[in-house]
């Protein structure tokens, strides 16, 4: 059963209207909104990651001075869990929403960094500008069909990417990325495009494909990525 989680269904019980939604193996789950002339509050339980798609010139946000707006196309809002904003949206304005637990976030630290914290806290950012978490908004999550399941893959993958650059940039640790170098072995390299060529027609994950190789997925998507390159270079 898919993830709740409050601000997906608090948008539905307003005017915004919900375009397309997936939940991911992960239990991460994206949605695209749009929305016009609607007031709504938001106070969660989870973490929410905004990229403003098209519009969003009339969107304001309440403060304590008042009502500020800032927004526009690839302005990212971040909202943390237990965090309260109300929104005045005057105009229009098509949004993509990644909704995601303390618990991804510590399965991230995990796997990357072999570290896991209690919990994370991610630090509120509302109408930035990211030019990192609008590509991969723009060029990996709004770049395919999300119901297709062979689609699976990219977008695990561009949201374990944009959740390790919200630990990295945006929380209390700020981690810095572990290097790598060098690409897999041969054996395993065969391995997994073998497993791959078995399976396209599976939901495969990032998940999957670093378990073939008994990586965490941070270290198998650098690892593979090298070793394609390798191999095209000596093809």
Known sequence: MAEMYGAFENLRKHKAVLHNAVALNSGIQLAAWSNKRD???????HHTLSLYIADGYESYHKTSAGWKNGGGP???????KESESTWDIRDDLSFIHLYCTD???RHVGEQIWDKSPYSFTLDENLFGDDASITALYRHFI????WQQSANQLTLSTASTLLLTHLVQHYSNVQWTLPTVTGGL????????????????AQPLTLADLAAQAS???FHFARMFRQSMQMARIST
């Open 39 to 45: 007031t709504i509050t938001q106070y969660c339980d």
């Open 142 to 145: 709004l770049g395919c069909d």
């Open 74 to 80: 690839d302005r990212f809002c971040l909202m943390p």
């Open 215 to 217: 990586l965490s997925e």
């Open 103 to 105: 618990a991804h976030l």
């Open 185 to 200: 072995s041969p054996f395993v390299l065969r391995n997994v495009l073998g497993f791959i060529e078995e399976n396209l």
